[in-house]
């Protein structure tokens, strides 16, 4: 499978530079200025989707805690339901 995402390199491995490539060299100012639009717009949705997904997980990670507790609570009305009925 080939990664189309990663960024080249040059044969001694030095990475290149996403700007030296002779297709954005080809382009002029305008079709320049409109691909670096669409980055960014690409990179804000991007942010905006880890955002969400940070979101969604401390939300897990407090609900979850939250069930721990009340468990735990259970579990100690539990045993002294428990202590108590053998006292009777």
Same mark, same amino acid.
């Given at each position: 499978?080939?990664?189309?995402?990663?960024?080249?390199?040059?044969?001694?491995? #030095?990475? !290149?530079?996403?700007?030296?490539?002779?297709?954005?060299?080809?382009? $002029?100012?305008?079709? /320049?200025?409109?691909? @670096?639009?669409?980055?960014?717009?690409?990179?804000?949705?991007?942010?905006?989707?880890?955002?969400?997904?940070?979101? #969604?997980? !401390?939300?897990?990670?407090?609900?979850?805690?939250?069930?721990?507790? $009340?468990?735990?609570? /259970?579990?100690?009305? @539990?045993?002294?339901?428990?202590?108590?009925?053998?006292?009777?």
């Amino acid at each position: 499978m080939v990664d189309t995402h990663s960024t080249p390199t040059r044969p001694s491995g #030095v990475p !290149q530079s996403p700007f030296s490539s002779p297709a954005l060299r080809r382009l $002029d100012t305008d079709a /320049l200025r409109e691909r @670096l639009k669409e980055a960014y717009g690409l990179l804000k949705e991007k942010e905006r989707n880890l955002f969400l997904a940070a979101t #969604v997980g !401390q939300e897990l990670v407090d609900a979850n805690q939250q069930l721990q507790d $009340d468990f735990e609570q /259970l579990q100690a009305e @539990l045993e002294s339901t428990r202590a108590k009925l053998a006292g009777e």
